[in-house]
């Protein structure tokens, strides 16, 4: 199976170590792609909707892989064989929902990889509150930029700058890293020519400074 780069990009996050679950798995692409390259040798996928989740079974009909495919929402009654979560396609804020309301079965897992769309600092501000430390992260762009993470259980501090920009993400500094800023700037730049009430102002000039001080 071919996937798009988004979702290749994911997928060289993965260790051939790891059980996934894939949280929100629409199609089911993504485990498919890792058990049919034996990057992995078993997967759990679910999603919340009908429609997605008979697309799932559709994708895996004729496959002999070792998968579990539920109809769920987020990590309700995920296996306990699961050791590494993938959670992708929705924003920061829905992630670290998910997150919360469903901590009780975070126990056995070692790993998470996420891609959210957004609220990237209230992710890692809460990843690393609730134990777990960031151990690779990317960017790229396929139709628009798409931020990954990868975490592992352990501790870390993270300063203000690293919540907002990604502590290895701050030290890559690759072309997609500096192309994502450069949009960024100019999104503020249009909206600083707008009349805007003065906290708002205030907020975007002091997010342009970081992003002109750390985004290059």
Aim: hydrophobic share 35%; net charge positive.
């Amino acid at each position: 199976m071919k996937l798009s780069k988004r979702l290749s990009f994911i997928a060289s996050f993965v260790d051939n170590h790891m059980i996934i679950a894939d949280i929100g798995s629409d199609h089911g692409y993504l485990p498919y792609y890792l058990l049919e390259n034996k990057i992995i040798n078993k997967a759990y996928a679910c999603d919340n909707k009908i429609g997605p989740y008979q697309n799932l079974l559709s994708t895996f009909n004729n496959s002999s892989f070792d998968i579990e495919i539920s109809l769920k929402d987020g990590l309700n009654n995920l296996p306990d064989y699961v050791n590494a979560l993938i959670i992708t396609g929705m924003g920061g804020d829905l992630i670290i929902k998910i997150l919360k309301r469903d901590f009780k079965y975070l126990k056995n897992i070692e790993y998470l990889i996420l891609s959210p769309h957004s609220h990237f600092l209230e992710v890692r501000k809460y990843l690393s509150s609730i134990g777990y430390k960031i151990i690779d992260e990317g960017i790229i762009k396929d139709d628009k930029f798409y931020q990954v993470i990868k975490y592992q259980k352990g501790n870390e501090t993270l300063n203000k700058i690293e919540l907002m920009f990604g502590p290895i993400l701050l030290q890559k500094k690759n072309v997609d890293y500096l192309n994502f800023y450069q949009e960024e700037l100019s999104s503020i730049n249009k909206l600083l020519s707008l009349n805007l009430p003065n906290e708002r102002k205030n907020e975007l000039l002091t997010k342009k400074e970081l992003i002109e001080k750390y985004g290059k």
